[in-house]
């Protein structure tokens, strides 16, 4: 398919979100969309999937002019979207998903579901997706559930597919799947809009890039332009792209975890007996491949989980058994996982949003009356500080960008004194700018000799801040070693390796066990 938009504004209010946008996708090639957060990639896709009725503008497919009433129109066109948030009912299997919505699936008015297992199996052996039809989707990891919501589109004959954010939630192993997915489309002949803020995919899977700045277009990169010039591209300055910082061993012992052991459902443990100590001025680094126990680890320490047992110890005060608004009362800052349901109340504004830790206790609240001017002024201080790209505190939060989301989430944790700040990969979906500051605010906490526990599964972040860095692996911790410690050595222990064999092995393989000393690029944007 050949797309093309000319002139594709999209107003909320006097606010232009996209501002006469032009972009042309050729057959068959990837065409990447790079902007930072806020800067109208996903509203442009919106409108190109029938989402949002453009201001002015206009598309065409393969020459001719198309006005899409809905995303009906937009799929009964070509066009397919995977969105950042997968649009799949958990409790239905992948066929019954697959089959939802399809009218030519149905016979005689019924879901005709052998037919939907046949297409299935036909485009998963083509792709090599190994997806069964007959799979329950809440059951399959994310990475699965990304190739079902690919598999969807396809069903539905799409010949061009919009990627918004598809590496964001996936671990390394499921990325370069997904390249070789996107690839092998591509070698079909099928078109892509590819939206990422890792600058590492967008060089290597990339044919063309648009960069897109407060939206307008600003202009066309290269892809093998180097990271340092995409970054400055998107975000209109120079990026700083190393902290240039020392490791710091702490001081006194702050947090104190023992035997930390959680149990799911199925009494399996997901946390198994972790032990670890966390000093005040240094970060430790949690990392592991996603599903390997941090979350549980963070929230058993937030006292988010059931069935936990150990001891979780702060400043000498045992956590476990306390509620999460005590914990949160006794000065842990925390950014969870996932921003837009545990983050922000999506229908809250920023201000309020801006509050949420502390909306009963002065100087957010006066005698059981919220101090209106308070939060105003707290808001925009906090939107000036974080560059939060919105029009006005009162917009609610789910009316911001993905990035600026999590900018809100991390200004109101920041927002008070902490004894301890927990972090649940805090940059995901952010841009580099971004990237940049909030490494530098983490670290400012540290300085303030606050104890600092990030988890991420991006290994260059983990290597940017932390200190120590502790690896989980089957909800079991396979050590604690130095913040300078090789990826080949964290990639073994990430694996199932114990620290020592770890290094043994790297050593024996005439791998590096050390970092050189080279400035790392934050966020995974090498
Ligand atoms: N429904 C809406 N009402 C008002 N403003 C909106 C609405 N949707 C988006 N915006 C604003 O439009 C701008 C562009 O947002 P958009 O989500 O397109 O950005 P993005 O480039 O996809 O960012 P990110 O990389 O953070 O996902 C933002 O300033 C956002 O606050």
Do not use: W
């Not at 995303?71 to 998903?97: C, K, R, S, W, Y």
């Not at 004894?419 to 995901?428: D, E, M």
């Not at 860095?469 to 080949?488: C, E, K, Q, W, Y």
């Amino acid at each position: 398919m050949k797309l093309e938009l000319t002139g594709i504004s999209k107003a909320f209010g006097d606010f232009y979100a996209n501002d006469s946008i032009d972009l042309l996708v050729e057959p068959g090639k990837v065409h990447t969309l790079l902007g930072e957060n806020g800067a109208g990639k996903s509203t442009l896709m919106n409108v190109l999937y029938g989402l949002y009725e453009p201001t002015a503008g206009q598309i065409r497919i393969d020459d001719s002019p198309v006005q899409f009433r809905g995303p009906g129109d937009a799929m009964a066109a070509g066009i397919g979207m995977v969105h950042q948030h997968f649009m799949l009912v958990p409790v239905f299997t992948v066929a019954e998903n697959v089959a939802l919505g399809d009218e030519h699936t149905k016979a005689g008015g019924i879901l005709d579901l052998e037919q939907t297992r046949r297409r299935i199996r036909e485009i998963s052996d083509k792709y090599g997706f190994h997806v069964d039809p007959d799979a329950v989707v809440e059951d399959l990891p994310v990475g699965v559930q990304q190739r079902v919501e690919i598999i969807k589109a396809l069903v539905r004959k799409a010949d061009l597919l919009i990627l918004d954010e598809p590496t964001a939630v996936l671990t390394p192993k499921e990325t370069d799947e997904l390249m070789d997915i996107i690839r092998q489309l591509k070698a079909d002949g099928t078109s892509i809009i590819f939206i990422s803020h890792k600058l590492r995919e967008v060089k290597a899977i990339s044919d063309d890039i648009t960069v897109i700045r407060r939206g307008k277009v600003v202009g066309q990169a290269d892809p093998s332009a180097d990271a340092m010039e995409l970054a400055s591209l998107m975000v209109g300055r120079a990026v700083d792209l190393s902290l240039g910082r020392q490791h710091s061993d702490g001081t006194e012992v702050a947090l104190t975890i023992e035997d930390l052991t959680v149990i799911d459902g199925l009494g399996v443990p997901t946390l198994d007996h972790v032990s670890l100590e966390v000093r005040k001025g240094e970060i430790l680094a949690v990392a592991g491949v996603q599903g390997n126990g941090q979350t549980e680890l963070v929230e058993a320490i937030m006292g988010l989980t059931e069935r936990t047992t150990g001891s979780v110890r702060l400043g000498g005060q045992e956590l476990l058994g306390r509620s999460t608004k005590e914990i949160i009362n006794s000065g842990v800052g925390y950014v969870p996982e996932d921003r837009s349901t545990d983050g922000v109340i999506g229908d809250f504004s920023i201000a309020d949003n801006l509050v949420l830790n502390r909306y009963d206790r002065a100087p957010v609240a006066k005698g059981g009356t919220l101090q209106l001017p308070f939060i105003a002024e707290n808001a925009a201080a906090k939107i000036d500080e974080f560059d939060i790209r919105t029009q006005s505190a009162q917009h609610t939060a789910s009316q911001l960008s993905g990035g600026n989301q999590q900018k809100v989430v991390l200004a109101r944790e920041f927002s008070r004194d902490l004894n301890l700040f927990i972090a649940s990969q805090p940059t995901r979906g952010v841009d580099v700018g971004s990237i940049e500051f909030l490494h530098r605010r983490i670290l400012a906490e540290r300085d303030k000799d606050v104890p600092v526990i990030v988890v991420s599964t991006e290994l260059d972040e983990v290597a940017e801040l932390g200190d120590r860095i502790a690896v989980l692996f089957h909800g079991r911790l396979m050590g604690i070693v130095p913040g300078n410690t090789s990826r080949d050595v964290l990639g073994l222990m990430m694996a199932g390796s114990t620290a020592d064999e770890a290094f043994a092995e790297a050593e024996a393989a005439h791998l590096n066990t050390t970092e050189h000393d080279e400035p790392q690029l934050p966020g995974g944007i090498a």
